[in-house]
């Protein structure tokens, strides 16, 4: 038997197998908002390739906090206790382009209610690009401490996003 899942050729261990939000520093927000953040995690339970650099205790159960204005992606092995690794990243190099999605993202529901098909097209281009440009940026920040795929990691930034959407 293989060790490898046929879907992404990574190894079985390398994947994040449950995610918690800490809910002491997450506000809850609208049931729309809470919708987003459930989507956000199961689309990156549904697929994804998270492995901690130099450590092989996967798959891990990932739990995200915010805590003075950094995020903090504590690593636990799956069915344990132990914290494996915690990564804190300050939001600040994030702020900017977390500011212009979401007034992409304004543009774009307010094209949506007004119907306009090329407009909506022609945002949503610009929504995604400042989606991969996110999910890049959040690559290389942990690059040398956790190695995730592109879909991973636009995953990822999918759900930072939705823990700062105001709605």
């Not at 702020?95 to 949506?112: E, N």
């Not at 795929?149 to 759900?159: M, P, S, V, Y």
Request: without cysteine.
């Amino acid at each position: 038997m293989s060790d490898t899942s046929p879907a992404t050729g990574a190894k079985d261990s390398n994947r994040i197998a449950s995610i918690r939000i800490d809910d002491a520093s997450i506000a809850r927000g609208n049931a729309n908002i809470e919708h987003e953040r459930e989507v956000a995690i199961f689309d990156i339970l549904d697929g994804n390739s998270f492995a901690l650099d130099g450590i092989d205790k996967g798959p891990y159960r990932l739990e995200i906090a915010l805590a003075d204005d950094r995020l903090v992606l504590s690593v636990f092995p799956e069915g344990g206790t132990d914290t494996t690794a915690v990564h804190t990243l300050a939001m600040t190099p994030l702020k900017r382009l977390l500011k212009d999605y979401f007034m992409v993202l304004d543009s774009y529901y307010q094209a949506i209610r007004s119907g306009q098909p090329s407009r909506i097209e022609a945002i949503d281009v610009g929504r995604r690009g400042l989606h991969d440009e996110g999910s890049r940026m959040l690559q290389e920040r942990l690059a040398g401490k956790i190695t995730l795929d592109f879909d991973t990691a636009r995953r990822l930034f999918t759900l930072i996003t939705a823990l700062h959407w105001k709605g």
